[in-house]
């Protein structure tokens, strides 16, 4: 079974800043990783994800993420943050067989103000 | 459809009630997960049906939870003597290609929110 842990349930940041969220795993497979954002009344979109290749992910929204399999991470990161960005963000993994058969971390919300 | 679609978007039932939530898929897409997602929390699977078969139905919470999808588009979750513990959103997702795939975009529904009183 695979365990998601999202360390950080709120994150306040002022606009144009870097943000960085955080998202650590516990799987006794290999996984694949995922970044979903969950705008207000809207579902969830993809991000972006990882499943084999370069650690380094770009996604849209100017996001990206690097997998780090010692330390069991796959942090998002963006170097300037807009007020649109605030929303909810979901880290997930999937086992490496399973494909879409996701585990969700419990979000951390981002929230930028102006 | 352009989406996934949910209806309700809300629903509120009295606790013991029975409901029914709908989804329907892209068209055509083979995959249909059904997730919960309680306040504060991250969607939580439920249930999975490749076409019309239910190929996992490991996290249902209990055997008042039942998910049928018998043409293998639309799909629905029952909820029967709903309890209070039942509200949260429900979400639906949909892909064109089996769970195993992963190059294969999961596109996700906005939700059902259930409210139990």
């Known amino acids: 079974a695979q365990s998601v842990t999202q360390l950080d349930s709120q994150v306040p940041v002022f606009e144009e800043a870097p943000v960085e969220l955080r998202c650590n795993y516990s799987s006794s497979v290999s996984v694949y990783l995922f970044w979903y954002v969950q705008y207000p009344n809207q579902g969830l979109q993809l991000l972006l994800k990882y499943l084999s290749g370069s650690t380094l992910v770009k996604g849209i929204n100017g996001f990206e993420a690097e997998f780090n399999k010692s330390q069991t991470s796959f942090h998002l990161r963006k170097p300037s943050v807009h007020i649109s960005d605030t929303a909810e963000y979901f880290c997930?993994?999937?086992?490496?067989?399973?494909?879409?058969?996701?585990?969700f971390g419990g979000g951390t919300r981002l929230m930028v103000k102006p | 459809g352009a989406g996934v679609s949910q209806s309700p978007r809300y629903k509120v039932a009295k606790r013991g009630q029975d409901v029914a939530l709908r989804c329907d898929p892209i068209?055509?897409?083979?995959?249909l997960f059904w997730y919960q997602q309680a306040l504060g929390q991250g969607p939580e699977f439920l249930t999975y049906?490749?076409?019309?078969?239910?190929?996992?139905k490991s996290g249902l919470p209990s055997d008042r939870f039942f998910a049928e999808r018998p043409e293998g588009s639309v799909s629905t979750l029952k909820i029967q003597r709903t309890q209070q513990e039942d509200s949260a959103v429900y979400l639906c997702?949909?892909?064109?290609?089996?769970?195993?795939?992963?190059?294969?975009?999961?596109?996700f529904g906005s939700g059902t929110q259930l409210s139990v009183l």
């Open positions: 997702a949909s892909s064109s290609r089996p769970a195993g795939a992963t190059n294969e975009k999961l596109f």
């Open positions: 997930a993994v999937s086992a490496g067989n399973a494909g879409n058969m996701l585990t």
């Open positions: 049906f490749q076409n019309e078969a239910q190929l996992d």
């Open positions: 068209s055509g897409h083979v995959s």
